[in-house]
């Protein structure tokens, strides 16, 4: 574990470490799993709650994509993007959770404020809080998956089916909007 | 707050606030699978080991770049040339090529049909170079090379660096091309710049470089330039590279040239060269393209323009002039340039409009009068030492922000906000605005197309569309609504929409003059 923890201070994800959780869970072993989760809870949740946008539906669908990982290990085929297949199971579990609702939900300031243990400094939260009102559905997305999914922009783009160039222009639509908030909080 | 800043406290929260589920999780894989696989106890250990084994020599790996990266072979020096085109090619201790690779598509094209394996690396450079000129990808227009040489032996790495950089000099000028030849010794890891964007270790270092030179470029914009446009900015005095060292100079024939940029930053102030001193002419990147940048003094006030390198535009201009700040009559004053940052003590009332008159302009610009609005925020700020007044107030749900020159009364910037996402939900009555779906009273008949986008969008701004540089329209679906936004500039200002394709409103605009 604190390899794993040195590996996640680094910033970066390595592919070839989660690729390889993943085959050895094909194999069945169930401790695979528990790192495969440690490595990637946060990209996942993280997106997921950028599409449904509210943390119970969010934990839910934290909980439905590792078990699904678990179940579909064994078709998983090897092509250097595993975070990209762990999301896409992320991504459609999200859309059909979505479509199962018939009224989308804001994320209202209360329920945020019941999600379980929140260490993260004030202004953290706050930001969060922030990138989830004043961007756009996309603009979201593309931040929250580039800030920690480790991947690439145009392993972005073709997650979310999005021609590059689009991804690239709310990438940086989205900082100049969370950059305008901090300066005006910072302001206050 | 840097881009990596915001990002990486973005990220913070949300690892602070994952929920943690994983027994939740264990025990439903459990159900899943019907039964627990017990491993028999010996294997268990045995694939602990395996696995923190492989581990460690995955931190070994990351942590001692020359094993790792000339692991088992017997590579001695990795040799990297970047034009556009870049190839990596891999030596043994005698300089002979085991692996010659193509990192890019361009690369690709260039070395189809070679087979460098063996040869030495005098007959490898030859062949390369050949292939790079007869593929147009060095030219008059784009004549500049980057060598990279990376070597656990720095006294063998440098000689091969020499040795590469002259020996591509003398090719480059038997083919009559006045190149710019750039090498470097490379002696640390780039690995992760370098795969992030997926550049060569040769580019991501002088990247590297020149971002240590000048903060205020980033990676990511210079990542997508030519050797040949970092060439030039090298150039710029303060872009001093000093661990690259260039024989020849880029070519900047593929631009307007020094002189005419000057030409039009002239006429643009209305003054000529004899009048003006301390000029200067360098190579900048501002705003996603290559600019000249055109500095000069005249009189008491300084100029500066930002001229693109390839059309002459004017991208950005700055005048400033010491001539506002009289107040107290011209004598103890420290700053000898311009008073950036200088508070005057006495505010010159002939050129401060007042707070009243700030307000009334932008409530005029608003459509609205001061009765009207609510939470109401006026303040000064400084800024390049001028006065600006910030007005700040709603309407409605609706956020309205202006700075206003204290001195001319002009707008320098204005945005609107509809705050749709924070009040939707509280004040919509029938649920329709906010679901995921598309809208089902949108009606076909109304909703406006692109074309139409563009012209609410330039109307607005006061704008024809002959004038506005940059324009892109693209379309999203936010909170269930098709919108458009519009993106155009005209000069330094840059002008941003959002509106509704319903009914063609605007839900959103901005307006930010560079200064």
Request: charged share 25%; proline share 2%; hydrophobic share 40%.
């Given at each position: 574990?604190?390899?794993?923890?040195?590996?996640?201070?680094a910033g970066s994800?390595s592919p070839c470490?989660?690729?390889?959780?993943?085959?050895?869970?094909?194999?069945?072993?169930?401790?695979?799993?528990?790192?495969?989760?440690?490595?990637?809870?946060?990209?996942?949740?993280?997106?997921?709650?950028?599409?449904?946008?509210?943390?119970?539906?969010?934990?839910?669908?934290?909980?439905?994509?590792?078990?699904?990982?678990?179940?579909?290990?064994?078709?998983?085929?090897?092509?250097g993007?595993?975070?990209?297949?762990?999301?896409?199971?992320?991504?459609?579990?999200?859309?059909?959770?979505?479509?199962?609702?018939?009224?989308?939900?804001?994320?209202?300031?209360?329920?945020?404020?019941?999600?379980?243990?929140?260490?993260?400094?004030?202004?953290?939260?706050?930001?969060?809080?922030?990138?989830?009102?004043?961007?756009?559905?996309?603009?979201?997305?593309?931040?929250?998956?580039?800030?920690?999914?480790g991947?690439k922009h145009r392993?972005?783009?073709?997650?979310?089916?999005?021609?590059?160039?689009?991804?690239?222009?709310?990438?940086?639509?989205?900082?100049?909007?969370?950059?305008?908030?901090?300066?005006?909080?910072?302001?206050? | 707050?840097?881009?990596?800043?915001?990002?990486?406290?973005?990220?913070?929260?949300?690892?602070?606030?994952?929920?943690?589920?994983?027994?939740?999780?264990?025990?439903?894989?459990?159900?899943?699978?019907?039964?627990?696989?017990?491993?028999?106890?010996?294997?268990?250990?045995?694939?602990?080991?395996?696995?923190?084994?492989?581990?460690?020599?995955l931190v070994l790996g990351i942590s001692l770049f020359a094993f790792s990266y000339f692991g088992t072979e017997s590579v001695a020096t990795v040799v990297t040339l970047d034009v556009n085109p870049s190839i990596e090619l891999k030596l043994d201790k005698?300089a002979r090529v085991l692996e010659a690779n193509a990192l890019n598509d361009d690369a690709a094209r260039v070395l189809?049909?070679?087979?460098l394996k063996?040869?030495?690396l005098?007959?490898a450079t030859?062949?390369i170079i050949?292939?790079l000129?007869?593929?147009?990808y060095l030219?008059?227009?784009?004549?500049a090379i980057l060598i990279s040489v990376e070597d656990e032996d720095s006294v063998r790495g440098a000689q091969l660096q020499e040795r590469l950089s002259?020996e591509v000099?003398?090719?480059?000028?038997?083919?009559?091309?006045?190149?710019a030849v750039l090498s470097q010794y490379v002696t640390h890891d780039v690995e992760a710049l370098s795969n992030e964007y997926e550049i060569s270790h040769g580019k991501a270092a002088l990247i590297e470089q020149l971002l240590t030179a000048?903060?205020?470029y980033s990676f990511e914009a210079l990542a997508g330039l030519s050797v040949q446009e970092l060439s030039?900015l090298m150039?710029?005095?303060?872009n001093?590279v000093k661990s690259v060292s260039t024989?020849?100079?880029a070519?900047?024939?593929?631009?307007?040239?020094?002189?005419?940029?000057?030409?039009?930053?002239?006429?643009?102030?209305?003054?000529?060269?004899?009048?003006?001193?301390?000029?200067?002419?360098?190579?900048?990147?501002?705003?996603?393209?290559?600019?000249?940048?055109?500095?000069?003094?005249?009189?008491?006030?300084?100029?500066?323009?930002?001229?693109?390198?390839?059309?002459?535009?004017?991208?950005?201009?700055?005048?400033?002039?010491?001539?506002?700040?009289?107040?107290?009559?011209?004598?103890?004053?420290?700053?000898?340039?311009?008073?950036?940052?200088?508070?005057?003590?006495?505010?010159?009332?002939?050129?401060?409009?007042?707070?009243?008159?700030?307000?009334?302009?932008?409530?005029?610009?608003?459509?609205?009068?001061?009765?009207?609005?609510?939470?109401?925020?006026?303040?000064?700020?400084?800024?390049?030492?001028?006065?600006?007044?910030?007005?700040?107030?709603?309407?409605?749900?609706?956020?309205?922000?202006?700075?206003?020159?204290?001195?001319?009364?002009?707008?320098?910037?204005?945005?609107?906000?509809?705050?749709?996402?924070?009040?939707?939900?509280?004040?919509?009555?029938?649920?329709?605005?906010?679901?995921?779906?598309?809208?089902?009273?949108?009606?076909?008949?109304?909703?406006?197309?692109?074309?139409?986008?563009?012209?609410?969008?330039?109307?607005?701004?006061?704008?024809?569309?002959?004038?506005?540089?940059?324009?892109?329209?693209?379309?999203?679906?936010?909170?269930?609504?098709?919108?458009?936004?519009?993106?155009?500039?005209?000069?330094?200002?840059?002008?941003?929409?959002?509106?509704?394709?319903?009914?063609?409103?605007?839900?959103?605009?901005?307006?930010?003059?560079?200064?």
């Amino acid at each position: 574990m604190l390899l794993m923890t040195l590996l996640q201070e680094a910033g970066s994800v390595s592919p070839c470490l989660t690729d390889d959780l993943i085959k050895r869970l094909a194999t069945g072993e169930k401790e695979a799993l528990a790192e495969l989760y440690s490595e990637t809870r946060a990209a996942v949740y993280g997106f997921s709650l950028s599409i449904v946008k509210n943390t119970a539906d969010a934990e839910d669908i934290l909980q439905d994509t590792y078990l699904k990982i678990y179940s579909s290990a064994g078709s998983y085929k090897s092509k250097g993007n595993p975070m990209a297949w762990i999301l896409t199971i992320t991504k459609n579990l999200s859309l059909m959770k979505l479509r199962e609702k018939s009224r989308f939900q804001d994320l209202e300031d209360h329920e945020w404020e019941a999600a379980a243990t929140v260490e993260a400094p004030s202004e953290d939260r706050q930001l969060l809080q922030a990138a989830m009102c004043i961007l756009s559905e996309e603009e979201r997305q593309v931040i929250l998956l580039h800030a920690l999914s480790g991947m690439k922009h145009r392993e972005i783009a073709a997650l979310l089916d999005l021609a590059l160039p689009t991804v690239l222009s709310k990438y940086h639509r989205a900082l100049k909007k969370l950059r305008k908030y901090l300066e005006g909080a910072d302001a206050q | 707050m840097t881009d990596r800043e915001i990002e990486q406290r973005l990220k913070q929260a949300v690892e602070a606030s994952v929920p943690d589920v994983l027994e939740s999780v264990m025990a439903r894989c459990d159900d899943q699978k019907g039964q627990v696989i017990k491993m028999p106890k010996k294997k268990n250990i045995f694939m602990k080991v395996a696995a923190i084994a492989a581990s460690l020599a995955l931190v070994l790996g990351i942590s001692l770049f020359a094993f790792s990266y000339f692991g088992t072979e017997s590579v001695a020096t990795v040799v990297t040339l970047d034009v556009n085109p870049s190839i990596e090619l891999k030596l043994d201790k005698n300089a002979r090529v085991l692996e010659a690779n193509a990192l890019n598509d361009d690369a690709a094209r260039v070395l189809s049909g070679m087979e460098l394996k063996d040869t030495d690396l005098a007959t490898a450079t030859n062949a390369i170079i050949g292939s790079l000129l007869k593929n147009g990808y060095l030219h008059e227009l784009a004549n500049a090379i980057l060598i990279s040489v990376e070597d656990e032996d720095s006294v063998r790495g440098a000689q091969l660096q020499e040795r590469l950089s002259r020996e591509v000099d003398d090719l480059l000028s038997a083919a009559s091309l006045n190149a710019a030849v750039l090498s470097q010794y490379v002696t640390h890891d780039v690995e992760a710049l370098s795969n992030e964007y997926e550049i060569s270790h040769g580019k991501a270092a002088l990247i590297e470089q020149l971002l240590t030179a000048n903060p205020s470029y980033s990676f990511e914009a210079l990542a997508g330039l030519s050797v040949q446009e970092l060439s030039l900015l090298m150039d710029n005095p303060k872009n001093e590279v000093k661990s690259v060292s260039t024989t020849g100079t880029a070519s900047d024939s593929a631009y307007i040239g020094k002189d005419k940029a000057k030409a039009i930053a002239f006429e643009a102030a209305g003054i000529v060269e004899a009048d003006v001193f301390d000029l200067d002419v360098d190579f900048d990147y501002e705003q996603g393209i290559l600019v000249y940048e055109v500095d000069f003094d005249c009189g008491r006030s300084e100029y500066e323009y930002d001229i693109n390198a390839v059309s002459g535009e004017i991208v950005h201009s700055r005048v400033e002039e010491e001539s506002n700040y009289n107040g107290n009559a011209g004598n103890s004053n420290e700053s000898t340039g311009s008073n950036t940052g200088t508070v005057p003590v006495q505010p010159d009332t002939a050129t401060d409009i007042g707070e009243e008159k700030a307000k009334s302009i932008a409530f005029a610009h608003a459509g609205t009068t001061e009765a009207e609005v609510t939470r109401l925020y006026v303040h000064t700020e400084y800024d390049d030492g001028r006065l600006e007044y910030h007005v700040d107030f709603h309407i409605g749900t609706t956020e309205y922000e202006y700075e206003i020159s204290a001195a001319t009364g002009n707008i320098l910037d204005y945005d609107m906000d509809t705050n749709d996402d924070d009040y939707d939900d509280i004040y919509d009555d029938d649920g329709r605005g906010s679901e995921m779906q598309p809208s089902s009273s949108a009606d076909p008949a109304t909703q406006i197309s692109e074309e139409e986008a563009k012209r609410i969008a330039l109307a607005h701004a006061g704008i024809a569309e002959a004038d506005a540089s940059g324009l892109r329209v693209t379309s999203e679906y936010d909170d269930g609504r098709l919108e458009y936004q519009v993106d155009f500039r005209v000069g330094s200002t840059e002008y941003e929409y959002e509106i509704l394709a319903a009914n063609g409103s605007i839900l959103d605009y901005d307006k930010d003059t560079d200064d």
